[in-house]
């Protein structure tokens, strides 16, 4: 995500949002920058109930059906405000969509995704579409002949409201299992029956705007009140942060072999910093610092101020995350969804080394 395709398996996106999936649910998230045979499943991904993403100005919880079924039935498509020409009139759009298993786990598979990207599509149902557009620029493309439809999918189409410069949509089709096998038109069904809880639950703010590939000037604290801010970049060649929350058993669970790596490549120019997600949450701090003292973690671990929350916090597709930033805060590859072993980490890391060269 931090890549910003313009498409993604919702086995990524859905842990964009959606929590509390099963850990013996198996299910296997196709990420290119993975090594052969690495997995995220449901039991090393932590995942939230309410989809919040500032950047497009919409949050929304997520249905039970749509959590149920995460790993096999959803499938989603986004368009990213700076993908964007700035006369186009759509800002950005979040759609969801059913998807047979079968054909979803095909597409997690494949080695050329943007290929069958549109065999996905193809084969799936519309379950709902939020689409931001320019108030501006929507009404010069509405007065020169065009029509909503031509912008939006789904056959019926509602109005949200508008927000400074932007008008939010939800549209969705009508109910229509024809040509889904039979053991997909029930939960194609149970997952259609969704919309109307994400509708009932959608907040529209105006869309926040930050600089996609940087992580922003930031100015925080430490667990143990220490000053952090960006500077915290400058001595390293790159450094790996961590997102993770106390709730998180799959971000706990990898901490250790953390800091085996921050032990080793700290002087080597490699740094590890975690940014603990309710790290402000005074009724978890004790917890925290349990979780500290269990795993043997030293490498710094920060509070995320708002800036923080609404650049880098808002991107996170679900927990943990690690990112990779060079001496100055830039992005460096893709970021890796779910908890990695050690080996991975280190792979992971000697790429990113060899493209900042």
Known sequence: MLKFKKFISILLLGAITLSSVGCSKQGVVKNNDQSEGAKVTAST?????KISIEKLGIKFDTPKSWIDNVIKNLFAKQIYPMNQNEEE?????????????????????SEKQEENY????????????????????????????KKLE??????????????GEYAFYFSYDEVNDEGLKDEDKAVYKEMYSGIEDV????????????????????NTKDLQGNNIDTSIFEDYKLTMVNV??????????????LEELYQEMKDNGVNVVGIVTDGDNEKRKENIEKIIEMTGVTYPNIIPDEVL??????????????VFFDSKGNVVGKEVVGAGSKDYYEKAIEERLENIK
């Open 45 to 49: 991904v932590h995942v939230n109930t």
């Open 89 to 109: 009139a759509i800002f950005g759009a979040l759609t969801y969509y059913f998807s047979p298993e079968e054909i979803n786990k095909e597409f997690r598979a």
């Open 118 to 145: 549109k065999k996905a599509i193809e084969n799936s149902k519309l379950l709902v579409s939020i689409t931001v557009f320019s108030k501006a620029n929507l009404e010069r493309e509405l007065n020169s002949g």
């Open 150 to 163: 031509d912008y939006i999918n789904g056959e019926n189409i509602e109005k949200l409201g508008e927000e």
């Open 199 to 218: 509708k009932n639950t959608l907040e529209i703010s105006e869309p926040y705007k930050f600089d996609f590939g940087y992580i922003g000037d930031f």
């Open 244 to 257: 993770w929350g106390t709730g998180c058993n799959p971000c706990i669970r990898e901490m250790p072999e």
């Open 309 to 322: 929350k609404k650049g880098l916090l808002s991107q996170v597709i679900g927990y943990p995350t690690t």
